[in-house]
């Protein structure tokens, strides 16, 4: 079945701290990825998205995102954190043939100064 | 350009009463996601319509209906409702049909059943 994994419920890094956010998905071909990102009281925005090619996805707010096959991973990362960061960050999933993306559980991010 | 807009934004029920949670959906798309969200879960694909029609379900019972109209707004109907449905429940629109394309989403609709 197709499912997408996020691995850590909860995460808490220093501002200025490097942040990584493990997702794992599996699907029988290579999925299109996202990753989204909620506020408090909010809808979700979307950070980033992985089609094809270039394997080191570029998104918005300085968040990067690396495609890699033989891990079926599709980890978040950003160099330095700031405080607006914290927020709670999915990792979905989806492909042309389906109907639906789906979602990880969510990991919350916690920024300490 | 107008984005996603959901109300109402919080209702309460009680067990038993149908709800109806309208959505907006983003200029010029025509396809319309409605997610269930359980407090410190993820989104759960309930259905999604295209061009007026159911275009596919998630693992929800058929007391869980919707509606897409002309202009691609779009109805979540629950009847009978129960205690687990209470939830945020989210609406997203896309250009495309299915699960490739980039979902804008409403702010969502929170339900909450005594």
């Known amino acids: 079945a197709q499912s997408v994994t996020q691995p850590d419920i909860h995460i808490t890094v220093s501002e200025g701290a490097s942040l990584e956010l493990r997702c794992n998905y599996s699907y029988g071909a290579t999925p299109y990825l996202f990753w989204y990102v909620q506020s408090p009281g909010q809808g979700l925005q979307l950070l980033l998205k992985?089609?094809?090619?270039?394997?080191l996805v570029q998104g918005i707010k300085g968040f990067e995102a690396e495609f890699k096959r033989s891990q079926s991973s599709f980890n978040l990362r950003k160099p330095s954190v700031h405080w607006s960061d914290a927020a709670e960050y999915f990792c979905a999933g989806g492909n042309t043939g389906g109907f639906k993306t789906i979602f990880g559980a969510g990991t919350r991010l916690f920024v300490k100064a | 350009e107008t984005g996603v807009t959901q109300s109402p934004t919080h209702l309460i029920k009680t067990r038993g009463q149908q709800v109806t949670l309208r959505c907006s959906s983003q200029?010029?798309?025509?396809?319309v996601s409605w997610y269930q969200q359980a407090l410190g879960q993820g989104p759960q694909f309930i259905f999604q319509?295209?061009?007026?029609?159911?275009?596919g379900r998630g693992n929800f019972p058929p007391r869980f209906s919707g509606l897409q109209f002309p202009n691609y707004s779009s109805e979540l109907n629950v009847n009978a409702l129960e205690l687990d449905d209470s939830a945020l429940y989210l609406c997203?629109?896309?250009?495309?049909?299915?699960?490739?394309?980039?979902?804008?989403f409403g702010e969502g609709s929170r339900l909450t059943v005594l």
């Open positions: 992985y089609f094809s090619g270039d394997t």
């Open positions: 319509y295209y061009r007026e029609e159911e275009n």
């Open positions: 997203a629109s896309s250009l495309a049909s299915g699960g490739a394309g980039e979902l804008f």
């Open positions: 200029s010029g798309h025509n396809t």
